[in-house]
């Protein structure tokens, strides 16, 4: 019984981590078949991955309940985003905290919200992250794997690199574009930005 339990949690996990190195490693293929890269490096990819894996135990260990299964982390080159609902002012507070408190942390936008949500929003919320997915995926002219998003209350956020002005336009229209969002959330950065030396 216990060996199948830790197989239930162990699979999935064992998934996602492949899924993300894939990505690290090879990235996509466009339609010419060229293979692409992440523009961050594999190994700020792996920081990253640790630090988004850290602060997530961290809210389990404390709350599963108010702060584990409520708040969504996503971090790209060091900065860290933290998105949900949840009941009470002191929990936005709490899950920064706790973010703050990760080696090699740079910055955390925190847009975690106090209130309710439900399946239906929940719904709505990742049918709008699958569709932008599958925006980006099939534009040619955008390296999908350097983006990554996540939708809170018909909140689009996006965070990653664009190489050019071009690319981080394409991208932000793709996401005005889609039925139901009420605001895009920019977090992308260029990649010729002096605020990526910090990672270096």
């Known amino acids: 019984m216990t060996n199948k339990i830790l197989k239930i949690f162990f699979i999935p996990i064992c998934f996602i981590f492949l899924h993300s190195c894939s990505q690290v490693i090879i990235g996509g293929a466009t339609s010419g078949g060229i293979i692409l890269v992440q523009e961050r490096s594999a190994k700020q990819a792996a920081i990253d991955i640790l ?20 708040i969504r982390v996503l971090v790209y080159e060091s900065k860290v985003l933290l998105v949900g609902t ?70 689009l956020f996006i965070m990653g ?25 920019n977090l992308i950065i260029l990649k010729d930005d002096p605020q990526r030396s910090k990672i270096k």
């Open 51 to 70: 630090i988004k894996t850290q602060i997530e135990e961290s809210m389990f260990s404390s709350s599963y309940d108010n702060l584990f299964s409520k």
């Open 86 to 155: 949840v009941a009470e002012k002191s929990l936005v507070k709490k899950a920064e905290d706790i973010a703050w408190e990760k080696k090699n942390v740079l910055e955390v936008a925190n847009y975690i919200v106090i209130g309710k949500n439900d399946l239906v929003n929940y719904i709505k919320d990742t049918r709008i992250s699958i569709e932008l997915k599958a925006k980006l995926l099939t534009d040619a002219e955008i390296s999908e794997v350097n983006f990554i998003n996540t939708t809170e209350n018909r909140n």
């Open 161 to 185: 690199i664009a190489k050019n002005k071009k690319e981080l336009d394409k991208v932000l229209n793709h996401a005005a574009e889609i039925a139901g969002v009420k605001k895009v959330i």
